[in-house]
């Protein structure tokens, strides 16, 4: 049994540009170190949001807290709440007015849950 | 945008037998099916468990909320709560009095984030 944290103090600000009021807190190595995929919780304050940006490959936002806006390929925002996630593989941006905690997943390849019980 | 949902309506109870007590919300399609990983939410009702198994891929579980206690290889319970993640290659099991929500992702070749912030 590996431990590591997530949590609020394990999590680290980017120095990335397309990010404002974001830190991030990463489960696994980044695919640039040959991971898979990477996994890593991102927690926005109020005010925060990922400026539009490509997608480099598939993503799964999933909402854990709070609330936002997330906008695709298409511009047009979509509310987005804790319980909810997005399947992304385009153009987008993401923004919080109360401020989110979401997960994200990305990696070549993924699809999300397209399940028998939805 | 596709958006799907992994509250706690969304979830199922598995037939297994090895589970008590705990739902399941997938958020990716699952490694049987070609995805790279699969990722999920599991639901621990207050008693719920997951009997000891043998782990055929590495897995991270990051606790959401909630607490319980996770043993390893050595059968020594480690108690674990919200923001904590562990990394297992190993046989577990996974239990909680108070009920606990978990991600747990799984695949070949995962590895847990281990970066020069910690």
């Known amino acids: 049994v590996e431990r590591f944290s997530f949590g609020v103090d ?10 404002e009021g974001v830190t991030i807190a990463p489960l696994t190595q980044p695919v640039s170190l040959g991971s898979p995929v990477q996994a890593a919780v991102f927690r926005f304050a109020p005010g925060g949001r990922i400026a539009r940006h490509q997608t480099t490959v598939p993503q799964i936002l999933a909402v854990l807290e709070g609330s936002g806006e997330v ?10 709440a804790a319980g909810e996630a997005v399947f992304l593989a385009e153009d987008h941006d993401v923004s919080t007015r109360d401020g989110l905690t979401a997960l994200i997943v990305e990696g070549e390849g993924l699809e999300p849950f397209r399940g028998p019980n939805r």
Chains 1, 2 share one sequence.
């Open 71 to 80: 906008s695709g390929a298409n511009g047009i925002a979509e509310a987005i």
């Open 10 to 19: 394990a999590a680290f600000t980017p120095r990335d540009e397309l990010l």
